[in-house]
């Protein structure tokens, strides 16, 4: 053993404490502590840091485990909380044109679980509603009707084209692919290979 250092018995080790001076039986009795045990400099500097009203200031605490920083911290801003309104809630919702970002919306306080919960039963609801929409009598009516009247006017418009052509000396055929103009000579068609043997005038 190194010089100036005893060896400790059992009994020198042990040190009693009068429990009934504690004033309580067990711990669970004891209220939480929320005073800081720190000093004085470092509660005046959370003072002033959770006082801070401003946007772009953080609180940064530090020192060694278990000297209370979380505790004082806590305390002080649950304090502080208090008498200030609950802030607003946020909620991202899908940005159609841009779906790499969302939309950012504010809600009031302790909506924006409710929110959530309706648009989710909103999306169920159209699960069911639009397939029936497009399954009804008047859809399946609206549909015919537009149809209809697309045809017409592209029949019109096809009865121009055609006219247009005939004085220009060419025809407006129906082709599998579509639409075609194809030259005209004594009112027929002229065959493709016939109308490539004519001679460049």
């Not at 400790?8 to 004891?30: H, K, M, P």
């Not at 502590?33 to 959770?50: C, D, I, K």
């Not at 802030?87 to 302790?110: R, Y």
Request: hydrophobic share 40%; charged share 30%; net charge negative.
């Amino acid at each position: 053993m190194k010089p100036g250092i005893e060896k400790l018995s059992a009994d020198d080790a042990y040190r009693s404490v009068d429990e009934v001076g504690l004033g309580f039986t067990t711990t669970d009795e004891v209220k939480p502590l929320h005073e800081s045990q720190g000093e004085l400099r470092a509660e005046e500097a959370n003072a002033f840091g959770t006082g801070m009203a401003h946007e772009g200031y953080n609180l940064f605490a530090f020192g060694d485990p278990g000297v209370g920083r979380h505790t004082l911290i806590e305390a002080s801003l649950s304090k502080r909380a208090k008498d200030l309104p609950a802030p607003d809630d946020w909620s991202f919702v899908n940005n159609f044109l841009d779906a790499q970002k969302p939309e950012a919306i504010s809600l009031p306080p302790g909506s924006a679980r409710t929110f959530s919960i309706d648009m989710e039963k909103f999306v169920e609801d159209l699960g069911i509603a639009i397939p029936a929409a497009f399954d009804s009598e008047d859809y399946r009516e609206r549909r015919q009707s537009i149809e209809a009247e697309t045809n017409e006017r592209q029949e019109a418009e096809f009865q121009e084209l055609h006219e247009r052509a005939a004085k220009s000396g060419a025809a407006l055929v129906r082709t599998p692919m579509g639409f075609a103009i194809a030259p005209v000579a004594n009112g027929k068609v002229i065959e493709p290979s016939v109308f490539q043997a004519l001679p460049e005038p």
